[in-house]
């Protein structure tokens, strides 16, 4: 119910909402209506008779119980102060009620009783749906879980070489890296170098700088 107008509003709406399902609706029915009574050779003119004397008349009693409707419902919400489907179920009766008044206390309660149980229907459907397409509620295991990880840290937050990072590589406890592993500065330029391989190019070791051996 929180995608609706406001209530001021909300009768033009509603009013002209159902003008509109009973005017589509009326077409429909008329349309077969009037192609099954008419005569061979008369068919189309007795469906578009049929179509404009009586789709309009079923349109205008739609739009009449879709404005009370929500007269009704602005009414009940401004004295309770909350919208919940008790609202709907005794705007829906009141509904029934007042448009069968002309027929008498039964027809009146009778009316009454159609459109309480209508509308209780038609938002107990509503309410099942909505808890059918809704996402799982989160349990405590999911707040914890959110809570250990930090969605703000850098993704580098452990340096060059991280401490996860270094022990998923090697295998080992997570020990941070040796010094020499580290960047240095020299006269000419910045190079990686590891450990041996600093001034003992010729004895085999291997060198980091990034663009070939120095």
Excluded at 26 to 40: E, F, L, N, Q
Excluded at 70 to 86: N, S
Excluded at 186 to 193: L, P
Aim: charged letters at 15%; hydrophobic letters at 40%.
């Amino acid at each position: 119910m929180a995608d609706r107008e406001p209530c001021p509003w909300r009768i033009v709406d509603d009013v002209g909402g159902a003008f509109s399902m009973g005017a589509v609706g009326g077409t429909v029915w008329h349309t077969i209506k009037g192609y099954r009574m008419s005569p061979r050779g008369g068919k189309l003119a007795g469906v578009t008779s049929a179509v404009t004397a009586r789709a309009p008349v079923l349109g205008g009693q739609f739009a009449v119980w879709g404005g009370l409707f929500a007269c009704c419902d602005c009414t009940l919400t401004a004295i309770r102060q909350k919208e919940d489907p008790w609202n709907a179920i005794i705007s829906g009766a009141a509904t029934g009620g007042i448009l069968a008044a002309r027929a008498g206390p039964q027809a009146m309660a009778s009316g009454a009783l159609v459109g309480g149980v209508l509308l209780a229907l038609i938002e107990g459907m509503g309410i099942m749906i909505s808890r059918a397409f809704a996402p799982p509620v989160p349990t405590a295991e999911d707040y914890q879980r959110a809570m250990q990880q930090d969605v703000t840290a850098p993704p580098t937050a452990g340096g060059l070489f991280p401490t996860g990072g270094f022990q998923m590589a090697t295998g080992g406890g997570g020990a941070p890296p040796p010094d020499s592993m580290y960047p240095t500065d020299s006269d000419d330029g910045t190079t990686f170098r590891t450990e041996g391989s600093s001034n003992e190019s010729g004895k085999g070791g291997s060198s980091w700088f990034p663009f070939g051996s120095s």
